[in-house]
């Protein structure tokens, strides 16, 4: 389906929140399509009612729209056992440059039909289209959730414990690193799920000195001015993280992402493969980028 709208004429910031309304819920199959203007937070609210959530939590959720969670692609520290919001969106509706609004996808988890381009508009920056509409896959709420820490007297220590979690039973949906403004050197594992099953590995991460409940404050607090990101291979993590010397940071050690604020703003991989896309999606130069 496609219908024409208004030829955009050059677009600078793009303001949705006249369109912040939730479309759809269908619990049952658990799955819902929203309006890019309505925040994470809200949307978040909504789901809650049902028992259901979009399992991600990027920063400041009260004030990240829908549109700027793909858009960006923004994700937190339950990355790791949750994945990315590429990995939830199962259909989109975008504005493109010459004013057509296509739609991709659809509104149930298994769905065919044609070419998949939401993984292409997600992270876009809205330089390919506008996205004005989403439908996501969603979850039950997990039944319990605990985060543990352990203070680590260095990288080494750190190193250790991160093997010795990939030689466990453990399955932690967050497992981050971080030390910011000269406070400790921390290890973040994570748990949610039945509260039986986080209850035990609880109990299996107690022993590996896992002992102090924490909550995943540190994340928001640092990147509210550290948003850039080097990835590396997770087994380089610790030898990238060395190199940073004193620096701060917030590492997604299970994924290799590093926060900290020397990282370049922009890390694309391919940016002549960028150039290319962005030429046959908006060869006016109509949005920026």
Not at 54 to 72: K, M, N, R, S, W
Not at 188 to 199: C, K, R
Not at 222 to 229: G, K
Request: proline share 6%.
């Amino acid at each position: 389906m496609q219908e024409l709208l208004p030829q955009l004429q050059g677009v600078g910031e793009v303001s949705l929140e006249a369109v912040a309304d939730l479309v759809e819920h269908v619990s049952e199959d658990m799955t819902a399509t929203v309006q890019a203007g309505m925040t994470l937070a809200e949307f978040q609210s909504r789901l809650a009612k049902a028992n259901q959530w979009l399992p991600v939590d990027p920063p400041q959720p009260e004030t990240v729209t829908i549109g700027e969670l793909l858009a960006d692609n923004l994700n937190g520290p339950r990355r790791f056992g949750f994945g990315t919001i590429r990995d939830w969106v199962i259909g989109l509706a975008v504005v493109l440059p010459d004013g057509r609004l296509i739609r991709n996808g659809g509104k149930v988890v298994k769905n065919v039909a044609g070419f998949d381009l939401c993984r292409l508009f997600v992270g876009a920056k809205n330089e390919l289209g506008i996205i004005v509409e989403a439908a996501f896959k969603l979850q039950p709420l997990p039944e319990a959730e605990a985060h543990l820490a352990k203070c680590c007297e260095s990288l080494g220590q750190a190193e250790d414990l991160l093997e010795k979690i990939w030689a466990s039973d453990l399955q932690p949906t967050v497992l981050d690193l971080y030390r910011i403004d000269g406070e400790p050197l921390t290890l973040l594992a994570g748990f949610a799920g039945p509260s039986a099953d986080v209850e035990t590995q609880s109990d299996a991460a107690n022993a590996l000195g896992f002992a102090d409940e924490a909550s995943l404050d540190y994340d928001t607090r640092f990147r509210q001015t550290a948003l850039s990101f080097t990835s590396v291979a997770p087994g380089n993590l610790i030898s990238t993280l060395l190199n940073l010397g004193e620096e701060s940071f917030v590492a997604r050690a299970g994924n290799g992402v590093i926060y900290h604020t020397s990282a370049k703003v922009s890390e694309v991989p391919s940016p002549d493969l960028q150039k290319r896309v962005k030429a046959i999606f908006d060869p006016k130069g109509v949005l920026p980028g």
